[in-house]
């Protein structure tokens, strides 16, 4: 008879559990279920408009990533609020231990944001050669966190880019043409126009020197050992550092053909007996 109690009472508890918590738990279930599949959509959504965009690859999955993450973990604080579970004391312990974990690592998250910026906005792609925090290379990686620059001697530079996004930064390579600056210097009492026509040939033997915008040739400054010539040449960016050099080159062997010296300092001692 105890028995046949037990049991009675057994059901009538699984009875009221079933009629309490069922629809709860059946609600739950499907919003689940319909929660899931939305947040499919909305990942592959926002997948497809960073497409569109042209947002970096790199970024696209971190994005779409992160957003799946974010929405799931949102959908399943609501269903198992629905089951009745108080989640208050939950959410605060996640909130604390979210800003613990966010101040902890507070350098890295602004390096985080700092790539995100640099993804998004574009200051440089890879294969530009950039100039920034005192050092100057090609950029091989643009990663969440870190740029990675190769110099011209092979080096590997990485920059953390919290400070490559707020910092100031040259880029060598986002225009297609740059200008090429000399400044040449004869002696005193030297031929100033023939060292002026001679740097006109020089320029003009050279394909790669563009003839718009015009050469640009002035006496620059009268120094103190030397009459300093200013040339400005444009070139493709391409060609700036072979036409830096060969400019050069030529410069010293013509001058030296053609009688003009390039002065350099010198001091004059006199000894008094």
Do not use: C
């Not at 740059?178 to 060292?195: K, L, N």
């Not at 003839?211 to 009459?227: K, T």
Request: charged share 15%; net charge neutral.
């Amino acid at each position: 008879m105890e028995m046949l109690d037990s049991v009675e009472n057994l059901k009538m508890v699984i009875s009221g559990f079933a009629v309490t918590y069922g629809m709860k738990i059946l609600a739950a279930i499907i919003t689940l279920v319909i929660g899931l599949w939305v947040i499919k959509l909305i990942v592959k959504a926002l997948a497809s408009l960073m497409d569109k965009k042209g947002i970096d690859a790199s970024l696209r999955g971190f994005i779409n990533s992160l957003t799946g993450i974010t929405l799931k973990v949102m959908l399943f604080i609501t269903v198992i609020g629905m089951m009745g579970i108080q989640m208050t004391s939950f959410i605060a312990i996640l909130g604390a231990a979210g800003l613990a974990v966010g101040m902890a690592l507070s350098g890295t998250l602004q390096n985080f944001a700092g790539g995100v910026m640099i993804l998004i906005f574009k200051p440089f792609k890879v294969g530009d050669f950039i100039e920034a925090q005192g050092y100057a290379g090609s950029v091989s990686e643009i990663q969440i966190f870190i740029t990675v620059l190769k110099t011209p001697d092979n080096k590997t530079i990485i920059i953390p880019n919290g400070g490559l996004s707020t910092g100031s930064l040259i880029n060598y390579s986002t225009e297609e043409t740059r200008r090429v600056d000399f400044s040449f210097g004869i002696a005193y009492g030297d031929s100033y126009d023939t060292a002026k026509a001679l740097l006109l040939k020089l320029i003009k033997a050279d394909s790669r020197i563009m003839d718009a915008p015009e050469p640009f040739i002035v006496l620059g400054a009268l120094a103190d050992s030397s009459v300093n010539i200013t040339v400005r040449v444009w070139v493709n960016s391409s060609d700036y550092w072979g036409v830096f050099f060969d400019m050069n080159e030529n410069v010293y062997k013509e001058f030296d053909k053609n009688g003009l010296s390039i002065p350099f300092p010198q001091l004059d001692v006199h000894l008094n007996k």
